[in-house]
């Protein structure tokens, strides 16, 4: 795919949803975080539905800490893997305390370093919190970038660098919103629905269906 068609497929994503925002619901960078550490290998809709009823009662690294892990659990415990989660967030909460004065820090690698934490959640949280042109990967970038011809890497990591280079410095913010909300709900894995999506013209996926 040339950066010509590259442009307009942006375009037309960017005239779609100007503005876009992530599904998850959050009103602080803390929350941000935490909502993203849980929504690994969960829905948006299911972390949603447990963080309403944990936000209002702890929504600071030292509430939780006064919740406790069990305490957690029982706010979390209908998301997958909420054992591990619920422990890894725990950590974090006490690193975030001893480390960064209770504050979510704008830096990569020290997002990276909290328990729970990798490149795609530091780079969602970094661009949903702090407004950084970072491109976080997940399993609907990946797959819109592969099968449109848009970005094609064998892994993630392969992704991001060819996004990087290839989208234009001012949807660099965006992208990432763009790529997965086109990915959730058109470009959806099993049969992609090709006949209703805005960039069927442009995409170079061979096995397009009605």
């Not at 965006?174 to 013209?201: F, M, Q, T």
């Amino acid at each position: 795919m040339n950066n010509t068609k590259r442009k307009v497929i942006l375009e037309r994503l960017r005239d779609d949803n100007p503005h876009p925002k992530s599904e998850l619901e959050y009103s602080n960078p803390f929350e941000l975080l935490v909502a993203v550490t849980l929504s690994a290998q969960a829905t948006d809709v299911g972390v949603n539905k447990a963080t309403r009823k944990l936000f209002p009662v702890a929504n600071t690294p030292e509430a939780i800490l006064k919740l406790g892990v069990d305490g957690l659990k029982d706010y979390i415990k209908t998301i997958g893997l909420y054992n591990s989660k619920a422990n890894n967030v725990y950590k974090m909460c006490q690193i975030l305390v001893d480390k960064h004065d209770s504050q979510v820090p704008e830096n990569l690698e020290a997002l990276v370093a909290l328990p729970g934490v990798g490149r795609k959640t530091a780079n969602v949280v970094l661009n949903c919190a702090f407004g950084w042109p970072t491109i976080a990967v997940d399993t609907h970038i990946f797959r819109v970038s592969n099968r449109t011809k848009f970005a094609m890497g064998k892994d993630v990591d392969k992704v991001e660098a060819k996004l990087e280079k290839v989208v234009p410095k001012e949807f660099k913010v965006d992208v990432h919103h763009w790529l997965i909300l086109h990915g959730r709900y058109v470009c959806v894995a099993r049969k992609p629905k090709c006949g209703s999506c805005i960039i069927e013209d442009l995409c170079e996926y061979k096995e397009k269906t009605e």
